[in-house]
């Protein structure tokens, strides 16, 4: 056999060998990776994905797939991962193309962890959009159009849509047009108003600033007392420190006296002794009580409130003070300067509160009159509805106001006087200091 026929049979041979080789490996290229370690990552789905693909961390290839398996309804893919890379616990890895339609590959995104993934640890996984997934959004977006298309037909209106706009665009227009000519008619009021609101406000707040000032003046004249009256101070201290040292000693005294009394020994320590002494004293304490409870549960509470009336430029001042024998039931004395009747008036009411309800009738601006009080959020906001001066012609006095507690001792309040007379009607709002 010539020598050119053997060395074709043996390169023949040899390309078989190689081939058949490749094809049961598949990728010759693996047989000389360096030695890495497993990770594990989970998907919901590994379409497209190969064995041996290739696992990437910033674009740089760092292992390969090396299995893929079924895990109860998800895919669990085994990673090879070169040992030089370390991979943080908190990467999550996801599905990546190159280009629109490259191969498949793994994307490991770094998370920053100080703390590195060991041999056989399960890496966090990021879903990925397919073109299947992204075909089916479409779809379900196309839908939410078409229904958006049907709801505009019916809300515009099938028979003559361009009419049934050209209506709307109409009633808008006159509305417009009406709108415009109530402001131009009603301009003069609304500045007249705005102008009385300015004004008021402007009083208001230099009444503000008189009182800070006053405030002011106060602290200022405290300072000057405490820092003339120190020497004082000092001297008073050391009558009091020579005061303890004798509260010591009559306390050593004191409870001298305890140790005999518990001995039993003198007229007050066989009192204490006696059994029957300290029940007939027991019955005599709870006797008091009951007589005194009524009289502790009162609670009473002092206001001075006043009151800006903006048409007649004018201040309402009020002093109130109240007293509720229980929760349920109050009664409310007021000395009150108004300015329109130039002169003192009184009010004597009694009322009973059903939660958020409460009923007061009495005497009201030196008038018999009646009233409503509704309380809620926590009793912090109060609207209020009286009625007094019922002999007057044409029609009684109707009061309605707001108050809101903005603290435990400021409130402020708005509302309206003789709401129901249109020359008397009269718009207020102030504020109330409660002790």
Not at 165 to 181: G, H, M, P, R, Y
Request: net charge neutral; hydrophobic share 40%; glycine share 10%.
């Amino acid at each position: 056999m010539k020598r050119e026929i053997k060395i074709g049979i043996f390169m023949t041979i040899a390309i078989f060998i190689l081939s058949l080789f490749i094809f049961i490996v598949g990728d010759i290229s693996v047989l000389f990776k360096k030695k890495g370690y497993p990770l594990f990552v989970n998907f919901n789905s590994v379409a497209g994905l190969e064995k041996r693909a290739v696992v990437r961390m910033a674009g740089v290839k760092i292992g390969f797939v090396k299995k893929i398996t079924l895990k109860e309804t998800r895919a669990e893919v085994l990673l090879n991962i070169d040992s030089r890379v370390k991979v943080d616990q908190d990467s999550k890895a996801t599905l990546a193309s190159l280009g629109l339609l490259g191969e498949k590959y793994i994307e490991i995104m770094p998370g920053g962890g100080l703390e590195f993934c060991q041999p056989g640890d399960v890496l966090g996984s990021v879903p990925s959009i397919g073109f299947d997934q992204l075909g089916v959004l479409l779809f379900s977006v196309g839908d939410e159009i078409k229904e958006l298309g049907g709801l505009l037909r019916e809300v515009i209106g099938e028979g003559e849509p361009e009419a049934n706009i050209k209506e709307t665009l109409q009633n808008l227009s006159s509305f417009v047009a009406e709108l415009k000519d109530f402001f131009g008619e009603s301009k003069g009021e609304l500045n007249k108003s705005i102008k009385k609101s300015s004004e008021a406000i402007q009083k208001f707040e230099q009444g503000v600033e008189g009182v800070s000032h006053n405030l002011d003046e106060l602290l200022l004249l405290l300072k000057s007392t405490v820092e003339e009256n120190r020497e004082n101070v000092k001297i008073n201290l050391e009558s009091i420190k020579e005061l303890i040292l004798k509260i010591e000693k009559s306390l050593g005294l004191l409870n001298e006296s305890l140790e005999k009394i518990n001995k039993g020994e003198g007229t007050l320590g066989r009192l204490i002794q006696d059994a029957g002494l300290y029940e007939r004293t027991e019955e005599t304490v709870k006797g008091i009580q009951k007589m005194i409870q009524p009289v502790s549960s009162f609670r009473v509470k002092m206001e001075i409130r006043a009151d800006y009336l903006t048409e007649g430029n004018l201040l309402k001042n009020y002093l109130t003070f109240g007293l509720w024998p229980t929760p349920e039931k109050f009664l409310l004395a007021q000395i009150i300067r108004d300015p329109l009747l130039d002169k003192f008036t009184y009010s004597l009411q009694g009322g009973i509160r059903w939660g958020p309800l409460a009923s007061r009738a009495g005497i009201l601006e030196s008038k018999f009159g009646l009233g409503v009080d509704y309380y809620t959020l926590h009793d912090r906001l109060r609207f209020s509805i009286e009625s007094f001066d019922f002999n007057r012609h044409p029609r009684p006095n109707f009061r309605i106001w707001t108050r809101y507690a903005a603290s435990k001792y400021v409130c402020f309040l708005v509302g309206i006087e003789d709401f129901t007379l249109a020359p008397n009607r009269e718009l207020f709002f102030g504020f109330s200091l409660g002790f």
